[in-house]
């Protein structure tokens, strides 16, 4: 069932940052499969490291443009209805001519369920966590699946933007898993010019509302 809704989701969306998926149906044994767009690239994370060079100005520039069309196709994603849910720097291929490429959204759901008809079910359970901690928003912890909306994906993208230009996680997250938990939930974002005193102010803003824990 959650094949069925990757693939009806990731489907219905068109932009030169997410994906495509062409067609998909079911095998003479029963085997489900999809036919996609190829991308011959890195994930983020990595091909930042092999082509983002310079000081902290310019890597920052870079690094902001790139994660920028990321946005791109994720707003573009959000118009039409879907909220990603797991943005990680896995999830997003780099071209060799520097596109990104959004891709697996197998944990995605629609921004309103009433998109969807009464046979659809909902395939996160309250009190089930699904997705990456270290990429996990606040609502995303609590177990409740009513309060995920758009601005997860939001605090997912804050996250990535402040690791490629800090080096670093905007929480430290160690103990128990409740200590994890505990920490998302409630923590505020370490401030990036205690890092980098250099960082851009208005670079800093952004990543401080991105994650900033209080969803409102």
Known sequence: ARFEREVEMVAALKHPGIVTVYDSGTTEDGRAWLAMEFVEGRPLDAWITEHVTGNLEQRSRKIAKLISM????VAAAHRKGVIHRDLKPDNILVDMDGQPHVLDFGLAKPVDNSDWDSSQIEMTNVGEFMGTFAYASPEQVSGDPDRIDVR????AIGVMLYEAILGTRPFILEG??????RTIATASPIRP???????????ETILLRALEPDLD
């Not at 997860?152 to 605090?155: E, G, I, Y």
């Open 70 to 73: 990321v946005c791109e196709a």
């Open 176 to 181: 128990s898993l409740a200590d994890v938990v």
């Open 193 to 203: 010019s205690s890092l980098e005193p250099a960082i851009d102010r208005d670079l």
């Open 152 to 155: 997860t994906d939001v605090f």
